[in-house]
């Protein structure tokens, strides 16, 4: 009878720590939404970065400014971005061009090797930066959100 009394005692401890751990969970991801949703400032960092629609948009930009694809630019950047590059490629910068050869040439061209450059996201209300290192350099990629979606705003 001893034996049945402390099983359910272990038993009920088990599911009381399962349903504490659940609960800090919710509580966490429920207050980081309510963060986002409300303005509040958000750092993510390795995986939540990497896996996070900031760090998609910006992955989505360098692979696509990698191939000058228009068509997939016109879709993650703003319009004074998109104004820039069409700019850009008309009367090409000296100092433009140089940053895009560095920049190409320091991050890694295979999508899951640029993925893992992403080490944080730092969230603002609207606005949003999405950090990716390399070896050599640290790069920045500003976002903002258009309509409420994320867009490249900056680089």
């Given at each position: ?15 009381a720590?399962i ?9 966490q ?5 309510d ?12 995986e ?6 900031q760090a998609?948009?910006a ?6 400014y ?8 016109a ?6 971005q ?22 190409l ?8 090797a ?34 409420g ?7």
């Open positions: 009878m001893k034996t049945r009394n402390t099983r359910g005692r272990i038993l009920i401890a088990i599911v720590v349903v504490v751990a659940a609960a800090i969970a919710v509580i991801r429920d207050r980081i939404a963060l986002i949703l409300r303005g509040g400032d958000v750092t993510l960092t390795d939540s970065a990497r896996s996070s629609p998609r948009v992955l989505d930009f360098l692979g696509a990698r191939t000058m694809d228009k068509d997939a630019l879709r993650v950047l703003t319009a004074e998109i104004a820039r590059l069409r700019q850009e490629s008309e009367r090409p910068s000296g100092d433009f061009q140089r940053m895009r050869t560095m920049m040439g320091d991050l890694p061209a295979d999508p899951a640029l993925r893992a450059t992403v080490r944080t996201v730092q969230v603002h209300g609207e606005r949003a930066v999405v950090l990716a290192e390399t070896k050599g350099n640290s790069w920045f990629v500003q976002l903002t959100r258009v309509d979606a994320w867009k490249v705003s900056g680089f």
